[in-house]
């Protein structure tokens, strides 16, 4: 055979070459365009449902994450108001105390200075 006609004959062969698929009993069958399209459609079809399930479940982890983050600072801020609170109080203890006693040292002072007006 001549080149050209090996040429010839295997683009025949691709021209008929049709995608096969196997029956359950062995036979082989052609598969028809109608049945690759449906295929190929059923599998646009699943593949657009998981990406708007992987769509969703994206923004639904943001979500959470954004939540976490925001807890996770207010938490932080509560810790450091708890913290300066506890300081706080501890300085101003003392003060709430020395306000309660300066009548009674008033008074001593002068009971004090009158003892020492009257011994004079």
Same mark, same amino acid.
């Given at each position: 055979m001549s080149a050209r006609k090996l040429k010839e004959t295997a683009v025949k062969k691709q021209k008929t070459n049709k995608p096969k698929k196997e029956k359950a009993n062995g036979n082989i069958e052609e598969?028809?365009?109608?049945?690759?399209?449906?295929?190929?459609?059923?599998n646009k079809e699943t593949?657009?449902?998981? =990406? /708007?399930?992987l769509e969703k479940e994206r923004i639904r982890a943001? $979500?959470? =994450? /954004?939540?976490?983050l925001r807890v996770n600072a207010e938490?932080? $801020?509560?810790?450091?108001?708890?913290?300066?609170?506890?300081?706080?109080?501890?300085?101003y203890f003392?003060?709430?105390?020395i306000k309660e006693l300066l009548p009674s040292l008033d008074n001593l002072e002068r009971a004090i200075s009158h003892a020492k007006s009257e011994n004079n």
């Open positions: 598969v028809t365009a109608a049945e690759i399209s449906g295929t190929s459609a059923d593949a657009s449902a998981e =990406e /708007d399930l943001q $979500n959470m =994450e /954004d939540r976490f938490f932080e $801020n509560y810790k450091k108001r708890m913290i300066r609170e506890s300081s706080d109080r501890l300085k003392h003060l709430d105390l």
